[in-house]
């Protein structure tokens, strides 16, 4: 009985320890991948960043997209497929340049920790609801399903935007990029890049969101970030998957699209 007693001791002892060793581990893994997140671990940050935020609406794409500049890039950060159930993940240390999107928007319209967690459930799912299905998949569904998000491509480049018909999630050779997502048939208007130059990017505003046009079958974008304008020049945020940065960065825009097909803007209309 007392060997038994002891083994116990010696087991609590050795449980007490490891919560004390690795402590920040087991907060993270709870955190980011709890549904109704048990762990408040980003609220003080959340919090601090929205009471300190500028009085000027116009300044607040800026403020909430720099506070996450050189944190690592890591895709695949969302959890749930066709076959596995959605989990809603807060991950404010690692992000891929949708999610990053997401939580810029999310920010933006929030008052504080609660309402900001509120905000991205309708952000990152049409209607507010966590499944995979309801996810926006594809940076067309942010025009569809994010509040007071508008496609102004073709309002403010007339004349220079080009309309395409895409089948959203099916590939050239008919496999679907996402299993369990139908396909959508949309209609996309993008501007070339051709057409972008210095003396024309102040019909850009900052905080306009930009999606890098394709011209793959099934996709819309392959990559989206956020247009900032700084005394230094007009920068394209994002964050970048290569090798040379792997992290969230500014780096010149028409340097960054002058190779690339083209540009879809959304804009903020509240």
Known sequence: MRYKK???YRFLVFFIALIF?????????????SSKLRSEYYKDQINKLIINRPSESNKLPNYFSSAFLGLPYKAHTLIGDKNNKEVFVLNLDEMDCFTYLDYIQSL??????????????????KDGIVSFKNRN??????SQNVKGLLDVTSTIFTQK???????????????????????KKVYISYLPSKYLNKHNLEKLKSGDYIGIYTHIKGLDVSHVGIF????????????????KNNKIVDTDFLDYI???PGIIIYRNSL
């Open 6 to 8: 002891e083994r116990k």
């Open 21 to 33: 060793l690795f402590p920040f581990k087991l907060v993270q893994s709870e955190t980011y991948y």
């Open 108 to 125: 933006i319209e929030s008052k504080d920790y609660y309402s900001f967690i509120s905000k991205l459930k309708y952000v990152r799912y």
């Open 137 to 142: 998949h594809f940076f067309y569904d942010w």
């Open 161 to 183: 935007s080009v309309k395409i018909t895409k089948n959203l999630n099916l590939k050239d050779d008919g496999k679907f990029f996402l299993e369990g997502i139908p396909v």
């Open 228 to 243: 900032i304008k700084k005394e230094q020049g007009y920068f394209y945020r994002n964050a970048s998957s290569l090798s």
């Open 258 to 260: 002058k190779d690339k």
